[in-house]
């Protein structure tokens, strides 16, 4: 893992100073409470060796994590039943449709999700994870998200969580319950993918998630071992190929680094081996990823050769 030092402090400060001065009208509302006023929000922070940890703009800003949350609730339930059992339920494969389609449904084998990265895959990742009920699933995936950000405060909006239109999910849900990928109710297996994507944080917190990834799932601070190596292998895998939805294939060239995307304006990006990035912009293009977001990850990987290709 590097150490982050003056020259990266500078360089964030420089270039989110030039992102606050880009303006871009979104081409979708971002999600939550976010009014129009917050669509100039850009903030970064960056953790590398021992937890250095290099921040600018609005890092100390919270935001939900969206479909950021997909990434660590694929590690967990990789943790919980390995990965033979879950793809066996969802598959591996881009699918070059938006994260919300039902169509890819129909595809291939019937009722089978493309990869853990969409709105379907997520819903099934969430069902494998162990738990009695609901309430108990999302306990577990919330204190995984704690350990790995190191906030026992974490939690849900609830305010976001029971205003949200989740009418397309549940579809999602009972079409792919009719072909038996899901058995069980939607309290036990929806509702635990429902809150967690209203699970909150903010920039600095997702580095240090990133940089989990980065260290090969060990705290880049305390050392400690919080997720298994293959574990992470497979989710910064899907991440490089999924990870930023119908745009992952033009962003792993122009960026190159694992990364995940949330509506919210999030990205979760992880130069492996050497820091990990949180980014909030909730300006958002005609993909669902940050307008900045996606600008900033690119200004820091051509000049630090942050991709894994460089």
């Known amino acids: 893992m590097e150490r982050i030092d003056k020259a990266k402090v500078a360089f964030l400060q420089e270039v989110v100073e030039r992102e606050r001065e880009y303006r871009h009208e979104s081409e979708m509302a971002s999600f939550g409470e976010s009014g129009e006023e917050d669509q100039e929000l850009v903030g970064i922070a960056l953790m590398g060796a021992e937890g250095d ?22 590690a967990l339930a990789l943790e919980d039943v390995g990965a033979e059992a879950l793809f066996a339920r969802v598959g591996m494969e881009p699918s070059g449709d938006p994260y919300h389609s039902i169509a890819t449904l129909e595809e291939g084998e019937m009722g089978i999700p493309s990869n853990p990265m969409i709105n379907a895959g997520a819903i099934v990742t969430t069902a494998m994870i ?21 906030n026992p405060e974490l939690d849900y909006n609830r305010a976001m969580f029971e205003a949200e239109d989740q009418d397309l999910n549940r579809a999602l849900f009972y079409y792919m319950r009719s072909h038996d990928v899901l ?9 635990p993918y429902l809150k967690q994507t209203s699970i909150e944080m903010n920039c600095r917190e997702l580095s240090r998630i990133a940089a989990v990834l980065a260290n090969r799932g060990c705290d880049p601070v305390s050392g400690e071992r919080l997720i298994g190596e293959e574990t992470v292998r497979i989710v910064l895998t899907l ?12 962003y ?14 999030a990205i979760l990006a992880v130069a492996p081996g050497r820091l990990g990035c949180g980014v909030i912009g909730p300006a958002l293009n005609e993909h669902g990823n940050s307008v900045a977001g ?17």
């Open 53 to 74: 940890v290099a921040q600018a703009g609005s890092a100390e800003q919270r935001f939900p994590l969206e479909s950021v949350s997909k990434a660590l609730t694929l």
């Open 130 to 150: 162990r738990g009695r009920d609901g309430k108990d699933r999302f306990e577990r995936l919330r204190d995984f998200f704690r350990r790995l950000s190191a």
């Open 183 to 191: 058995v069980g109710s939607e309290e036990d297996l929806l509702v």
């Open 239 to 250: 991440m490089f190929t999924t990870g930023m939805y119908d745009q992952s294939g033009r």
């Open 252 to 265: 792993a060239v122009e960026v190159g680094m694992p990364s995940k995307s949330g509506v919210s304006g």
């Open 294 to 310: 996606l600008r900033l990850l690119e200004a820091l990987s051509n000049r630090w050769r942050l991709g894994v290709f460089a």
